[in-house]
Every structure is written in C-alpha cells, then in structure tokens.
C-alpha cells in the first residue's frame, strides 16, 4: 500500500481531532492570504487615488493635514474657504504649469437612503479641471457650455443613483433652481464617480460662495523642485500645502502600525496551528506504539515508518492551507468590510488583492512549516523499538 494513502486512512481514523487540527491551519492560512492581500490592495488602491487626483499639489485652508487629505480624497463636511485671489496669484507663476480653482459644498438630503445622507457638489472651472482629469471619458454628453451655464455633469455613481440621463432636468438639493444634465462620466473606480459638477460660478452664485474656494489644484513645470516649491507656499498665511506624496506617505505610515500588530497577531495564530499539528502528529504516534512496532516487526524499516507519520503532517498541513485559501477568496468581501471599518482612511478600489503569487507563498510557508514540523515526529516513530512496542500497555 502507498505510504501516503496510509497515512491518509490513519488520520480518517481520528476524524475530530484531524478536523479540529485542519481547521486550525485553515483558520491561520485564511489570515496570512488575507493580510498579504491587504498590503498588495491597499497600496494599489491608494496609489490609484492619489494619481486619480491629477494634481501634485493641493491648496486648501489651514487646518489639519489629516482633515484635508480627506477632503482631497473622500470628499468632507465642515468645509474651509480660501479666496479666489490666491488662484490668480498662483496661477501666474511662471513654475507652475497648470493650476485649478474648486469649491466643494455638502448638502443633506433627507431622501438619500433610510435615514438621509449627505451630497457632494463639485464646483470646477469647465477649461482647465477637465485638462488636469485627461483621464476622465463621458458616457454620454459633455462639459458645461460655459463658466455660468445652469448644467451639471454627473459621475457614474451619481447618475445611477439619481437615474437621470443626458438632457434630464434636476433639482439640486439646497437650490431652487432646475439644471440641465449634459454629461455622465464613465466609471473611474474613484471619489469621482460620486460626485455632481457645476460650474465653479454657478456654485458660487447659487449657494452664495462668491469669491470662495475649497481647494486649489497644482502641476508644476518638469524641472522645478517641488519641494522648494512647497516651502515656498508655506509661507502664504492661512494655507495648507497638501503634497500628494506626503498624503501617500502619511496615510501608510499610520497604516503600517496597524499592520505590525495584526500581523504579530497572525503569527502568534500560526504558532498555535503549528504546536496543534505537532500535537495531533505526537499524540498518534504514543497511541499508535504498539501498531508501529507490529509494522516494524513484519518487515517495515524506519524510513518508511518516518515517511508514514511525516506524510501525515504533510497532509494536515496542506489540506488545511488549501481550505484556508478557499476562506480567503469566499470571504474576501467580509473581510474587506472589515478592513474599512477599522482603518483612518480606505481608499477606494479593492482593499484585498488575491493574485497567484500570495496564494503560492502562503501555500509554501504553511506546507514548509508542515514538512520541518513533522521531521520531530517521524523520527520518534521511527526509532521505535518493536519489541518494546509490542509489549508496552500503550
């Protein structure tokens, strides 16, 4: 009979403890894929966020970084203004190479959802933001006709939500005016697709924000320094300079904290899975002593003795590391529910990405462990004295 097959009937023969052990590896392969998944989708997703931005270079009024990060990237509430002369004034730099005004407003409509929610309007300039979004394609229609025109484009999102198409007419939430839908934004699998474009006059004129902005983009000419650049700009009063790449960096850093801890966690679940297949495989050998010794007795050698038990191993650990893969992929979405609720800033996009090479590396580690863990065992057994075995109480 094959080894293999033996060692698979001897583990059949203790079927709740063999259970109990798999669901242990399943459990701690399920949280290594996961994790691993976690870093590749997390970075992938942020950095999609931020080079969905367009800009290098944010503007906005003084207040924490944090709180402007997420109003660059989410979309916010408590808004902050800054006034419409700084644009002019940056737009005028000779290192700056293109540069557009926003102005965001946020309106609760007591209809969105059960309980109500909070809309986002975009006010933008209709020349230079859709220059600095290259990367935006329209569904349908296009940008307003002019900078005061009572139209409004739609993101994907926004559109299906309010299931208007182009030509439709809408009433904003906080105006009592009727606008126009000329365009509906393909899906850009970002903050975008939420979102609901006036132009910037209009806004300011309908909800009463002459002269004011939220955010100011920037892009800078190929050969000036940003980060001269960025000292520069600090020196405006009242401003918060928001570098793209210090938001990215910011946001991992507090991510990684997070990340050593969890991952401490994973590990420490990966020891206990380890000592519980080491456990099962021990526990089988003292019970099994006197059936080895017979095997030893009719002919078996140690080696095929060590290859039975450690092929045990071997099978426990990697039949649990495939069904932990399965868990990974069934409960992906669960696990990335989770994932945003608990962490300071979830980009959009897929948090957790499952490519072959985490599912090779994880189904590796684990086996490995399984193979190295089960050399203890197998030599145990194989040094198991047949007579002793067969006389022993065991």
């Excluded at 590990?267 to 021990?282: C, D, E, H, R």
């Amino acid at each position: 009979m094959n080894l293999l097959t033996l060692a698979y009937k001897n583990l059949k023969r203790r079927k709740i403890r063999t259970g109990f052990t798999i669901i242990g590896i399943a459990l701690s392969t399920w949280v290594l894929v996961t994790l691993l998944g976690f870093n590749k989708g997390y970075e992938q997703s942020l950095n999609k966020d931020i080079d969905a931005m367009g800009f290098q270079i944010v503007l906005t009024a003084k207040g924490c970084p944090y709180e402007a990060a997420t109003l660059m990237l989410k979309g916010g509430t408590g808004l902050r203004y800054i006034t419409e002369s700084l644009f002019d004034d940056i737009n005028k730099d000779m290192e700056v190479s293109a540069a557009t005004p926003m102005l965001m407003h946020a309106e609760f409509d007591p209809y969105k959802g059960e309980n109500g929610g909070t809309i986002v309007y975009l006010g933008v300039d209709n020349k230079t933001y859709p220059q600095m979004k290259s990367y935006f394609e329209f569904l349908a229609g296009n940008w307003f006709k002019n900078a005061n025109a009572r139209e409004v484009v739609l993101g994907y999102e926004a559109a299906e939500l309010e299931q208007r198409e182009i030509g439709d007419m809408m009433l904003l939430t906080g105006s009592e005016e009727e606008f126009t839908v000329v365009g509906i934004l393909k899906r850009t699998g970002t903050q975008d697709d939420g979102m609901i474009f006036l132009p910037l006059k209009t806004l300011q004129e309908v909800f009463k924000k002459q002269n004011l902005l939220t955010m100011v983009g920037i892009q800078l000419q190929k050969e000036v320094n940003a980060t001269a650049y960025e000292d520069k700009l600090y020196e405006i009063p009242d401003i918060q300079v928001v570098s793209m790449a210090q938001v990215k960096n910011t946001i991992i850093s507090l991510v990684k904290s997070a990340k050593v801890i969890v991952f401490s966690i994973a590990f420490i679940a990966f020891l206990i899975a380890v000592f519980g297949v080491l456990n099962t495989v021990l526990m089988s050998v003292f019970e099994r002593y006197q059936e080895i010794g017979i095997l030893k007795s009719i002919g078996a050698l140690p080696k095929h003795i060590f290859a039975m038990i450690w092929g045990e191993t071997i099978l426990l650990c990697s039949g649990g590391s495939i069904i932990g893969i399965v868990f990974s992929y069934l409960f992906a979405d669960i696990s990335e529910n989770l994932a945003r609720l608990f962490l300071p800033f979830a980009p959009n996009g897929s948090l957790i990405m499952l490519s072959p090479e985490i599912i090779i590396t994880a189904f590796t580690a684990i086996t490995l462990t399984g193979v190295l863990g089960g050399i203890l065992p197998a030599i145990r057994a194989a040094h198991i004295r047949p007579l002793e075995a067969i006389r022993s109480d065991n």
